[in-house]
Structure formats: C-alpha cells, structure tokens
C-alpha cells in the first residue's frame, strides 16, 4: 500500500510525499500418517506420525522525500529530494515432528503416548529445538463385572480415572530476541537535522534463550449418575513451568534496559471441576446447565541466580505506577505500595498559642515535615526518634490480582423450534489496580476527573477571605464530613498521589452475561420445496450485563505490559469490552 502526505505548503516543490509498501508471504505444511487396528476384538491400537512447517515472511519498504516534479503524481520518482529512507524483514519459522500411539483393551484400560520435536527460529540455533514427551492412562471402573453387577451401577452408570503426566514448550517471545537490533534514528551533522544514524536497541540479545517448559500432572475423574442426567468431572493438576521466559530489568552500566532471560520456576496448582445436568427433559421441553469452576494457586519455587525476590514495575508517577513481586515460596501477582488511611482531619492535631499545628501523640507521622489537615495519610511501617508511628516508605502487599476462582454457567433451554442459550462468566477474589483512576488525578490540566474529586476534596480556603484557613476550627467548618473527604489540592499531596497505594486497589470480581442467543428452527416441511434441510433464525447478544463493584470502564482486565504472567489485574485506560448485537441465518441444503 502507499500513502501520501502534503505539507501545508501548496507549491508542488515544498510537498512532502511518504511512500509506503509491505509484502507478506506464508504458507503452512502438515503431513500427518495414521494407522489403526483391532486385535482379536479386545485389542484397539492406533499410531499416528506427522510433520509440520510454518513459514512468515514480511518486507516492509518506506521512503520520505520532498519536492514533487508533479502534484499529481505521487511515485517515488516524482520528487527531487531524499529525507528518509528505511525498511525491514521479518522472516518466522517453525518445524514440529510428532507421533502418537494409543492402546485400549476392552475398552476398559485406555494408554496414550505422545512425542514433539519442536523446533523454532526465535531461539539461537544451538537452543532452537526441543523435545516434549507426554503420557496418560485411564481405567473404566463401570465397565468391571465387579461393577456392572453391582446396584451402585444403577445410580453411577459411568465412572473413569485417569492420570496423564507431559511437557510442554513455550515460545513466547518477539522474533530475533538473540540478538541486539539496531534502530534507526537522525543525528545533527553540518546544521543540518535528520542525516540517518543507527543506534542499538535498548533490549540486549540472549543467545542462550531455550524453550520455556511446562511439565504437568494431572489426576481426575469423570463420573455419570441417574443415566447422564448429572455429569461430574473433576481433576487436580500440578503444572510446574522451568525456564520462565520473561523480559527483566538489567543494571544500566551494561547500557541497556531490558533482556529476555530465562528466569526460573514457577508453579501452579489446583482443581477444575465441570458439572452439566439435565434439569427438566420432555417430549417438548428440555433445559440443560453447564457449570465450569477452576481454582488455582501459584508459587515462585526459584528465581535466576538465587536471588529471593524480583520487582516488575508497571506504569509511570503520572500514569499510575505499581510494583509487582515475584518472591521465591509465595504466590504470584501480589501488589506492592503503600496503605491509604484516608485524610489527616482536625482530630489529629493540637494547635499551640502561636496558632502552629502539631500531631498528637501516637498519630501517624509523615516521612518528613509536619502534615496540614486534608494531606494524604498512609499506614505506619516505622517508628520515629521520638516513639510515634511513622510512615517510612516501606512497600507493603496492597492486592493480588489472581483470583481465587473462575468459572462460566450456561444454560440451555429448547421448545419445540425454538432454543435459548444464555452464557455468564465470572471471577472472584482478584484485586484490580485502577491506574486509570491514578492518573486523572486533579492536578494536570484539560482532563477528566473521577467523581470522588468534583465536589469531596479537602477544602483548605476560607471563602470569607480569600486565604488559607489558620484555626482547626475553621478548618472543621469547612469541612463536616472531613474524615471522608478526598485529600486537599496542596503541593504535598501532588507529590504523594504518584505514590503506589491502596487506594486504587479495588475488588475485581465480577459476573459477566456474555451471551444470550435466540434461535428459531424453521419446520422441515416448510422447507422441502426449496431443497432445504435445515435453516435456524438466530440473534445473538454479546457482552450484554456486567456486574461488579469495579469503579473502572471493566473489570476483566489483563495485565500493564507483556510479563502477563507477573503482572495481572492492572488497568490503565484498558479499553472496555464493546456490546455486539447479530442476526443470522444458517442454512443445509
């Protein structure tokens, strides 16, 4: 594609043209060999082998030049004078060989074994390739004659363990993360501005980045009641990742910022448990329900180099900055900052002859100077000369953005021709950082503010004259309900409110209707004189209702840069999931 941009000038020779061209090109291979079989009726073997290849490439070409010959004609031959030139190639690969072998007898004692050769072009050739070897097995309790003949088969008609252990490969990352790039970029040369020069990237090549591994064991169950009309299936896991591919801060001295490491292991355990029912079935009327729930728990086991603890630092001062810990033997995504205590008030000072205030003893105490009524309080993490509590700027937990569970429930009723399915999502017990709320704060001009700043703020000008309030009395007028306000708009408090806090941690739960959709299935004997075996009328609306306390755009938010993993539950002007509406029709003839 090319694109063209004018300067304001309108003589042909002062425009400025941009030409810009991209190609890609891919093509994927799969070549896969199957072969199955049954031995003398009790024996089920199945092998299969294959081989894969995927293959990216993307060239990219752009120019800048100034003078146009033609006003008209906009090629990059047009013009006279060269201001920038530039372009690049994206070349992506992968290649997998794989094989499965699966055995049952009887249909009883089921085995599978699974093999990955993977190979990929982000990693240095000498670590480009991985293997990842899996296996599992599974044993059909209700198809034993101990089992058949007993009446506990007429309540549990199906009940199956399994257990499967494996390893898989992570990858990742952005192409050539094993080399240092270039970028280009101008230098000032003889007076003049824009003459081309390349500069280093400010993230440091890794060539010894190998596969992130995950290896996972899991055991379930799978059982049936009254005829399939309850369904149960349950399974603990244990999934332990080596390796942990993440992007880390390096110390500036090396000239960098940043390097992709592999950094150590992480673990993340628990259960999912899947339950469906029948709830009402006739000749006309069925209802059915489908509940999912998953709870897990994750543990730092080791960081790179033995080190104990690992800072990832989301956002800006301005933009709402947080810091989140990774520390070897707890949980991941925990949130660290300062507890808000709300607003210094006039209960907390004494104000001598000389109309100075003071705090009172055993009240908190500022990291330095001596607070006015209406500046920030956070919590005490030290004690000063003088035994007060005090406020050291010591981070503390303030939130983990993990839930303690997740889950979806849907319901599925049909009648006659017509069928409804409504689908709602859920989460609870993860915290959300609301940067969004952190950076509008009432201090930068030309912005919106949150509610809690219109018209609640600390108020410290006594309307009466013009000027600061002198007396705690006064300031107690002006403020009834001080203990609830928003902090004042001194210069103190521009300062604290960049500060990571509690304040902007809010309860991230939520339920979700993701999806109701309506269907109508046209009667077949309307259809047979137009050679239509089917057709279903549909509407269909997505994201519909959220509920949630969340005072942010939507609670269901990711993460504040590409350590996901690390990093959960931030939201910084994330943009809200929108509500889609759609009408169809399918059609089988």
Wanted: glycine letters at 8%; a neutral charge.
């Amino acid at each position: 594609s090319d694109g063209t941009v004018m300067s304001p000038a309108t003589a042909p020779s002062d425009m400025t043209t941009y030409f810009y061209n991209r190609a890609d090109y891919s093509y994927t291979i799969q070549n896969i060999l199957r072969y199955n079989t049954t031995i003398r009726d009790d024996h089920d073997l199945g092998i299969m082998a294959g081989y894969e290849e995927y293959y990216y490439k993307q060239d990219t070409r752009n120019a800048q030049k100034k003078g146009l010959i033609d006003s008209s004609v906009h090629t990059p031959g047009s013009a006279t004078e060269m201001q920038s030139i530039g372009g690049g190639t994206i070349d992506r690969s992968r290649r997998s060989f794989f094989g499965r072998i699966n055995y049952a007898y009887k249909s009883k004692y089921l085995f599978e074994a699974n093999l990955r050769y993977d190979g990929n072009s982000r990693y240095h050739e000498d670590y480009r390739w991985g293997t990842f070897p899996s296996a599992s097995a599974a044993w059909r309790i209700s198809e034993e004659g101990f089992w058949k003949d007993n009446k506990v088969a007429d309540v549990v008609n199906s009940f199956k363990l399994r257990v499967g252990y494996g390893t898989t490969g992570n990858c990742n990352i952005s192409d050539y993360m094993y080399v240092t790039s270039f970028k280009e970029s101008d230098y000032p040369m003889n007076n003049t501005v824009g003459s081309p020069v390349y500069i280093v990237d400010e993230t440091l090549g890794n060539k010894k980045l190998k596969w992130e591994t995950m290896r996972s064991t899991n055991i379930g169950l799978d059982l049936s009641f009254f005829n399939s009309r309850l369904n149960i299936t349950a399974e603990w896991y244990n999934n332990q990742v080596d390796n942990l591919l993440l992007k880390s801060v390096i110390p500036s001295s090396t000239g960098y910022k940043n390097q992709f490491q592999n950094i150590g292991k992480i673990r993340n355990r628990g259960w999912e448990v899947s339950i469906n029912t029948v709830n009402i079935q006739t000749k006309d009327f069925r209802w059915t329900s489908d509940l999912n729930l998953a709870f897990n728990r994750s543990k730092v086991l080791s960081l790179e180099n033995g080190i104990e603890s690992k800072t990832f630092s989301v956002g800006s001062n301005r933009s709402g900055m947080v810091n989140y810990y990774a520390k070897v033997g707890e949980s991941l995504g925990d949130m660290y900052g300062y507890i808000y205590e709300g607003v210094y008030t006039t209960d907390d000072f004494v104000q001598g002859t000389d109309g100075k205030l003071a705090l009172k003893d055993g009240v908190v105490r500022p990291e330095k100077g001596t607070p006015q009524p209406g500046d920030i309080k956070f919590a005490a993490n030290g004690v000063d000369k003088d035994g007060n509590p005090q406020f050291t700027k010591k981070e503390t937990k303030i939130g983990n953005g993990t839930p303690d569970c997740i889950g979806g429930f849907n319901n599925t009723f049909s009648y006659h021709g017509f069928d409804l399915s409504v689908f709602m999502k859920f989460s609870i017990g993860n915290d959300v950082y609301n940067a969004t709320k952190h950076s509008m704060s009432p201090y930068a001009a030309f912005q919106n503010v949150p509610t809690e700043f219109g018209d609640h703020y600390y108020r410290m000008i006594d309307p009466q004259t013009g000027k600061q309030a002198t007396t705690l009395e006064r300031y107690k007028e002006l403020n009834p309900n001080e203990a609830s306000a928003t902090w004042n708009l001194s210069k103190t408090n521009s300062g604290y409110i960049t500060y990571p806090s509690s304040y902007y941690v809010e309860d991230g739960s939520y339920l979700r209707i993701a999806q109701v959709t309506l269907g109508y299935t046209l009667p077949k004997v309307w259809l047979k004189k137009f050679m239509i075996s089917n057709a279903r009328l549909y509407f269909t609306a997505n994201n519909l209702a959220t509920i949630t306390g969340y005072s942010g755009y939507d609670p269901e938010v990711s993460a504040g840069n590409d350590q996901v993993v690390c990093t959960p539950g931030y939201d910084s002007s994330t943009y809200p999931r929108s509500r889609s509406y759609v009408i169809g029709l399918n059609l089988t003839f």
